[in-house]
């Protein structure tokens, strides 16, 4: 499809073709986002279950003192 170059372009309607167009393309586009989604929050779980469970208790875990807060990291 050939883009006209007027400014007129831009505020036209769409047609039912370019529209029936437009939403057979959503399908692939939303399963990619709830791909990322669920890719990132398994990554997230993983992380817990390993090395951020350790570093989360660490983080909790009061100190020597009966007024010391936890130790923060950064």
């Known amino acids: 499809m050939t883009l006209p170059a007027n400014d007129d372009f831009a ?3 769409l047609s039912i073709e370019e529209l029936e167009a437009i939403a057979a ?12 989604v669920k890719n990132e929050a398994s990554a997230v779980a993983h992380w ?9 208790e660490k983080i909790l875990t009061p100190g020597p003192g009966p007024h010391t807060p936890p130790h923060l990291p950064f």
């Open 25 to 36: 393309g959503w399908p692939s586009w939303v399963h990619d986002v709830v791909h990322f």
């Open 11 to 13: 505020n036209r309607a």
């Open 48 to 56: 817990i279950e390993g090395p951020g469970l350790k570093i989360l």
